[in-house]
């Protein structure tokens, strides 16, 4: 089985995000830069379904600059077998990086291709499913219960208020979403390996697309408000005030 | 004339609440823009509600009907609207589960870019405008779009269904095209009772690791019975711990809530937290100490141990209810 996962290397969610003074991108001064966490949960599946089959290969591919190696390093580390970093500015507009990612995958003869549900800096939430439209291969997104047996994908997707059952066949797309698995962190032994594995460079020229970044800004912090009072005995001023200021219900 | 395509939702033959507000905030763009709007129900059979459509801002409606449309069809789906796509200025989908799943399909079909899970739209030189949330709602992005086809995702609950619009839609039926359907959905699994999302309802309640154990939700359960139409959240800690269902979660690995009422019962309002509920409208915190972080946002607080407030805050809510 010949799975690749694509990892994008994205500000440590914990990270103080300061906007730059050209108000279009982040100041990425002190900012640590982490795998994605839901592309780990997808090179966690892509290096179990390896183990479990016993034979084939993992790559995973990165859109990024330089410093997105040190990003595909730790997913070799994991156990992942090589990586290809896909030289190119990164894009507001998922369509364009799906379209280089697309180009990629699709000569590289994959049973599966595994993304993260969403990336936590744009949010996008749409570039694995672009991918699998753009190649004509099955999609399911956001999963968090996958099974791979016999050629065939069955897979559950959090839905409001259920879970969705789905099937396809391989070859096929699948976006991860937590619950899938859980990740492993590299070994002292693993991080040694990565070192030696193959990481190919190649260059892209990503498109304009069809979003303008018109500007980034802070959101208007929150006041906080008013303590209305200790212990039970402000529960009538509270319900008071839900009711008649915030007429919320 | 230009027009607006809006995508609605149905479940088992009933039209989801979130539609309407798509259907609204569709409106929003097509007055921008001088435009009518389409919204577009997919389904096998009739769908019922859709007769509120019209007064939501609806031109006409559009019934695609398909043996295999009863279920979520990710593939027929993606199909249909992809046939009569390029026919409209803009496309709104839902930022729910499945719109989340469709939009891209369609954006990718049609070579068209698309803005997910966007809070706030507008018109501006003739080109749609739009806001979103990015690194865990700690920056707003504004964007311009500027394709032939706009295509847009509304987060659930940021715009409110406005039934004021009076119009009388018009019913079009559309023709399904042939597909190639790849994913099949077998089937939904319901919980074993049918428990509200918390990205949909109107009021959450929210609790935390101060409940001290999963019993004690039936607390907050009592709570949200109580308030009526309300939802039970969780954070990551209790969540993590087994107590809740990951599905409850509320925050930056969880799901993203906006409802007008948000409670926050025993929670400390850690950033990851907060990411998740920032835009409440009206934010409540319940905690026995003092300086919990959460007190900085929350627009009104009661300092004290959950334990008494909450079945004080129910039987108050209740009388209220009852008058
Ligand atoms: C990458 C990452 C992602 C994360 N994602 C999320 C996420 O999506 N959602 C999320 O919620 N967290 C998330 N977290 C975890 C987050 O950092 C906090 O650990 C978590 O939110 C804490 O949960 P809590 O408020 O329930 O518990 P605690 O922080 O332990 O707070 C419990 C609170 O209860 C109060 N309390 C205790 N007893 C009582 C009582 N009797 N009456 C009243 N108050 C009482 C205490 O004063 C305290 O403030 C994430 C963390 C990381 C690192
Ligand atoms: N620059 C990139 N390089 C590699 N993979 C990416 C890149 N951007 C997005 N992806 C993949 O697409 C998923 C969804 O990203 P997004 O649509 O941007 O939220 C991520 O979890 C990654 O798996």
């Known amino acids: 089985m010949k799975i690749a996962v694509c990892l994008k290397r994205v500000p440590d969610t914990t990270a103080k995000i300061v906007v730059g003074g050209d108000g279009k991108s982040i100041d990425e001064a002190g900012v640590k830069f982490v795998p994605n966490p839901y592309d780990e949960y997808a090179l966690e599946a892509a290096i179990a379904l390896k183990e479990k089959a016993g034979a084939g290969e ?50 590289g003869g994959y049973d599966l291709v595994l993304f993260g549900k969403l990336a936590v800096d744009d949010y996008n939430h749409q570039v694995g499913v672009m991918v699998g439209e753009l190649l004509g291969l099955p999609v399911i997104s956001a999963v968090s219960a996958l099974t791979v047996e016999n050629g065939a994908v069955s897979a559950e997707r959090e839905i409001e208020g259920g879970v969705e059952v789905l099937s396809c066949s391989l070859p096929a797309v699948v976006t991860a979403d937590k619950g899938i698995n859980t990740p492993r962190l590299p070994s002292l032994k693993g991080i040694m390996a990565a070192k030696k594995k193959p990481l ?27 303590i209305v009072g200790e212990g039970p005995d402000a529960v009538p001023a509270l319900v008071q005030l839900l009711r008649n200021e915030a007429k919320v219900i | 004339m230009a027009a607006i395509l809006a995508v609605t939702e149905q479940r088992q033959g009933a039209l989801r609440k979130v539609s309407l507000e798509v259907v609204t905030a569709a409106r929003t763009v097509a ?47 993606a199909a249909t609207i992809a046939s009569i796509g390029a026919n409209y200025a803009a496309i709104v989908f839902a930022a729910s589960a499945m719109g989340r799943d469709l ?58 269904a406005d039934g004021s619009k009076g119009l009388t839609a018009e019913a079009v039926a559309v023709t399904v095209p042939e597909f190639t359907q790849r994913v099949t959905v077998k089937e939904i699994k319901a919980p074993e009772q049918a428990v509200l999302d918390v990205t949909e309802a109107n009021i959450v309640v929210s609790g935390g690791r101060g409940l001290k154990e999963p019993g004690n939700f039936k607390l907050l359960e009592d709570l949200a019975a109580a308030l009526g139409s309300a939802a039970v959240g969780a954070s990551r800690a209790v969540v993590d711990a087994g107590w809740r269902e990951h599905g409850a979660q509320v925050g930056q690995t969880g799901k993203t809530v906006a409802p007008s009422l948000y409670f926050a019962v025993g929670i400390s309002g850690a950033i990851q937290h907060l990411a998740g509920m920032r835009t ?37 809510i209740r009388k209220l209810k009852a008058e």
Do not use: C, W
């Open chain 2, 103 to 160: 939009a891209p399909r369609v954006a990718a079909k049609l070579g068209q870019s698309l803005a997910t899970d966007v809070t706030a739209l507008s018109v501006e030189g003739g080109k749609l405008v739009v806001t979103r949330p990015v690194y865990a709602g700690k920056v707003l992005q504004k964007l311009v779009l500027s394709g032939s086809t706009a295509i847009v995702s509304v987060r659930p609950n940021t715009f409110a």
């Open chain 2, 280 to 316: 409440s409208k009206v934010i409540v915190a319940i905690n026995k100490d003092k300086d919990a972080p959460i007190f900085k946002v929350a627009d009104y607080g009661i300092v004290g141990d959950l334990f008494e407030v909450l079945p004080r805050l129910t039987d108050e």
């Open chain 1, 200 to 226: 190919e460079s190649k260059p892209t020229t990503i498109g304009a697309g069809g979003l303008t970044l018109a500007g980034l800004s802070l959101p208007a912090e929150r006041q906080a408000g008013r």
């Open chain 1, 58 to 107: 993992t790559v995973v591919i990165s859109v990024g600059g330089d410093s997105s190696q040190e990003t595909i390093r730790t997913a070799l580390a994991m156990g992942i077998d090589r990586g290809v970093l896909i030289q190119g500015a990164g894009s507001a507009d998922g369509l364009e990086v799906a379209k280089a990612l697309a180009a990629e995958i699709g000569a």
């Open chain 2, 31 to 77: 007055d921008g823009l001088g435009a009518t709007v389409d919204a577009l129900v997919l389904g096998s059979g009739n769908v019922e509600g859709t007769a509120a459509l019209g007064g939501h801002g609806a031109n006409r409606v559009l019934t695609a009907s398909h043996d295999g449309f009863g279920l979520y069809n990710p593939d027929g789906y």
